[in-house]
């Protein structure tokens, strides 16, 4: 076997890019990162001084601070509505296009098309759809509802129009997937007199695996940083609130509390680790395979 010898001019190329990455990485991910978790743990902010005060930040999150569980509800609800409606959903669009239907091409790019539109502009389509005022929704039904301004539904609404823009993200990841089932597994199961549900259930989805794992690890990301869209409806107040906008006001907004903002931050950050874990675990047995 022959081993070549990297010139210095290779290893400076290989250096300068290999450092360049590694440096954006670390100024734009994993130094705010720990930034947040270190001022966590303080009253900052943003002009007076350093004072450490422990964990009376997640302590006030949890007793004295009542948009925190409004937050966290909501953030279970979306994750709820994602996970258990929006990504089957998504599944069965994918299984029913994989059969190669009729213009399947044009429907394929029907649900795709919200994919390539940011949150913030479902946001705008949601109230142009679903205001009080000049809505779509009232003016074809004859209602008179505030679907947005209710306290008691808007959050429904508004996770509908997320996840009209999921599904089309979700189906054509499994899409891919189904597209990389090996036939021969599905003759094997009708030679042996498995129906298509019984094909599909034990055969077709247990290869998906993989695919499972990230669509699942998309999903709980997707619920966690949404903000956009209940910012662009309301700014993530009156039941749209949302740990990612708690992050923002409390960080950027009149408040300015830098300390108790990066706390509601650290809180996302570990949710969102576990998830993150499992996603690289899964991807590790891969490679290791």
Known sequence: MITRRYSRRDLAVLG????AAVLVNVAL???????????SGTDWNGISELRWIGTRNYGDLAGEYPPFWSAVRNNVLWLAFLGLIATPFGL??????DRRLKLSRVYQSALYLPVVLSLAVVGFIAQLVYSSDYGVLNAVTGLTTDWLGDSSINIWVVMVAAAWRHVGYVMIIYLAGLKAVDPALKEAAAIDGAS???????VVFPTLRPINVIVFVITVIEALRAFDIVYAINKGRNGLE???????ENIVGEA??????????VILLVISMGFIVTYLSQLFKEDHR
């Open 256 to 265: 300015s509390r830098i300390g108790f903002g990066s706390a509601i931050a």
């Open 196 to 202: 298509e549900a019984q094909t599909f259930f034990r």
């Open 29 to 39: 991910i994993w130094g705010p990162t720990l930034a947040s978790v270190a001022l």
């Open 92 to 97: 069965f669009c994918a299984v029913l296009l």
């Open 242 to 248: 949302l740990l990612s906008v708690l992050v923002t």
């Open 16 to 19: 300068f890019g290999l450092g």
